[in-house]
């Protein structure tokens, strides 16, 4: 096994060089000609360090762990038909936590038996799709609360069907970045309370046996996570559990151990996230120790890392359009994007790195040569659209494009397109070429679920504005 870093660790993707020209590539291809070609904000996602981390996180778990394991990749983080196929040839299963994600797994081929169901309020029709695509009999419902387990219930019953299970529960461990808690009250949407697990499994033991098969349990402690030990201790608190599930439930024997995803990445200098391979090995050793002292079978170990996938792998390229001074004397430098294709700066004030990409650092390094301190502002109606407060460039000008680092995860899933503008398209650079993942979104697509009423129109008047497929007017 490589000793290398696991890329999460680096806030450059894997592939990242500076080329002859002074521009920035990756496996080779040139970003600013890439920009060019398919016009800006610009989602990019380099497939050497997507592989990576999927392999580091698999062979870790097969190196260490003696059981059965599982890894999946938490869709929320950025799902896409061609990043469902990618997720699948890379051998992982997948987390989803709503229809549309369900849904595009399912046209995607995935397999049903690998597809895990999170969220806090699945509605009937998201879980009928889930029986009707056999996810709930073949891969895992994760429930997370009281009303889902008799929704469930009463649904597989209908159907003369079992339904697979997981339950998710709050360990009272609270995760943040650096700190963490360990907490006997928990405050979370999300799950059950250790203190409602005896009426929970009473239910499901007494009186779902015939429609809900419980395999095991789920949590996950928070994300952006730079500390191994939280981690000890879930699956130290699990174990436990099971081995008194099994004492006092007529020697029911979980098989299933989920314990979430959350691993951090570097966003900025500021950032030390933890070595993936470095992380698993102590904690598979921990679950291993403690099933041993406990005698307990080791369960098929499953973990869901969204962000630490894919986040590194990504870059926004974006053009530089205005700039401007303020008496105070700092200088906004605005782009063609901002809080519709990333609202993380706005929503929880999320930092990013980011540098010219026609007058590129050397790897590993951000600021090249003389630089000043600059915000880079969005175009989007609201003086909160800052992707970044503070970076230091070499003097942007007009028509640079502007390279922002970390933005492969929760960038385009979380994507809107507030002010009307349409969505960003996504390319993946895989060894020296690029394709598209996702298309860019047109002005026609973003009117077609418009309906005007037929009582606001008057008669002969025209209602459709004809728009080629970039979305400009065609007249
Ligand atoms: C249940 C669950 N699993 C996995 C994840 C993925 O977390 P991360 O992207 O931090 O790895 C999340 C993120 O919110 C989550 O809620």
Request: charged share 20%.
């Amino acid at each position: 096994m490589s000793t290398r870093n696991t890329p999460n660790m680096s806030m450059y993707p894997a592939s990242y060089e500076l080329n002859e020209q002074g521009h920035a590539s990756l496996a080779g291809v040139d970003l600013v000609d890439l920009a060019q070609e398919y016009g800006t904000p610009l989602y990019v996602l380099d497939e050497a360090t997507m592989t990576q981390m999927a392999k580091a996180y698999q062979e870790t778990l097969s190196d260490f762990y003696a059981g059965e394991s599982l890894v999946l990749y938490a869709a929320k983080a950025n799902l896409s038909m061609g990043l469902c196929q990618f997720v699948q040839n890379q051998q992982l299963g997948l987390d989803v936590v709503s229809g549309g994600e369900l849904f595009t797994a399912i046209a995607a081929g995935f397999s049903a038996a690998n597809i895990f169901f999170n969220g806090n309020n699945k509605t009937p029709e998201e879980l009928e799709l889930a029986f009707h695509h056999r996810v709930a009999q073949q891969g895992r419902i994760i429930v997370d609360n009281f009303y889902e387990l008799d929704l469930l219930h009463r649904m597989a019953l209908e159907r003369g069907q079992v339904a697979s299970i997981l339950l998710r529960i709050t360990p009272g461990i609270e995760c943040h970045t650096h700190d963490y808690i360990k907490t006997g009250q928990t405050d979370s949407k999300f799950g059950f309370d250790i203190s409602q697990l005896p009426e929970a499994l009473k239910l499901i033991t007494q009186n779902y046996s015939e429609t809900l098969s419980l395999k095991g349990l789920h949590a996950h402690i928070g994300s952006q996570i730079f500390e191994f030990k939280p981690y000890e201790d879930l699956v130290e608190i699990l174990l436990n559990i099971y081995y008194n599930i099994r004492q006092q439930y007529d020697g029911l024997t979980l098989t299933d151990i989920n314990i979430g995803g959350g691993m951090g990445v570097a966003y900025t200098k500021k950032d030390s996230p933890l070595d993936v391979r470095k992380t698993y090995e102590k904690v598979t050793k921990k679950l291993q120790h403690y099933a041993e002292k406990l005698q307990f079978p080791l369960p098929r170990l499953l973990i869901e890392p969204g962000r630490s996938l894919v986040a590194t792998a990504g870059m926004t390229l974006y053009t530089i359009g205005s700039s401007k001074k303020v008496p105070l004397g700092k200088r906004y430098v605005a782009i063609d994007g901002g809080m519709g294709d990333n609202i993380r700066p706005s929503l929880y004030q999320a930092e990013y790195c980011a540098f010219i990409a026609n007058r590129a650092p050397k790897p590993g390094r951000v600021f090249g040569g003389k630089t000043e301190a600059v915000t880079i502002a969005g175009k989007y109606c609201e003086s909160g659209d800052i992707l970044i407060k503070e970076v230091q460039l070499p003097k942007p000008q007009a028509g640079d494009i502007l390279a922002v680092l970390g933005t492969g995860a929760y960038n385009y899933s979380m994507a809107s397109n507030y002010n009307r503008i349409p969505r960003p398209a996504t390319v993946i650079i895989t060894e020296g070429r690029a394709e598209l993942l996702v298309k860019r979104e047109t002005y026609t697509q973003l009117m077609q679920n418009d309906v005007i009423p037929k009582h606001w129109v008057s008669e002969g008047q025209v209602t459709s504005v004809g728009a080629d497929s970039s979305g400009h007017r065609v007249q």
